[in-house]
């Protein structure tokens, strides 16, 4: 069965690769959807979300020796409603990761308007990893900017991109 994983992925973290990874080992196939919002700023562009993504899940998957997995995964990026999209490529499922409390009402809004934009659409919430369950893009950047460790959080990879981009921009 299809599965939609709709995020701004800005960037991957390993609370992200958790989720997917306990889906595709549950037998789903995975799209992870990568918001692109010409409003919204970001860190990293649309294409490059996609490419950090691409190559932390073939890491991620090689390492475990599960390369199997990736041909469950697809990876797209998309500017409007996630209820477009959905409809479009014949998905009836959003997955969406729960961490706080304070998830929890943008995450129950969000699931209804889809409902009400899409009759069909379901949303199943799952529960972050406790080792993953203080872990944000937004809270990873933090870090970053203010120069402090970030290897419980993100992959080196990652690591590496998030560093090169702050000190790009800080050159600016
Ligand atoms: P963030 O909230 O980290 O900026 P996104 O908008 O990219 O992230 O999140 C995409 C989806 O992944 C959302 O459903 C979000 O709740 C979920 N998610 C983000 N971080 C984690 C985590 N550490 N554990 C589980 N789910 C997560």
Known sequence: MKVLYPGSFDPITLGHVDIIERLVRLDYDVTVLVAHSSRKQTLFTSDERVA??????????KRRKSDSFLS???IEKFEGMTSDYMKMNSIRL??????????????????????????????????????????????????????????HFVSEPIRKALVKRLSERSMK
């Open 72 to 74: 469950m995964i697809k």
């Open 94 to 151: 959003i997955v969406r990761g729960l961490r706080a409390v304070s998830d929890y009402e943008y995450e129950m809004t969000m699931a209804q308007v889809n409902r009400k934009l899409y009759s069909e659409a379901e949303t199943l919430f799952m529960p972050a990893s406790p080792e993953f369950h203080f872990v944000s893009s937004r809270g990873v950047k933090e870090i970053a900017i203010n120069g402090g460790a970030l290897d």
């Open 52 to 61: 950090l993504i691409q190559e932390d899940l073939e890491n991620h998957f």
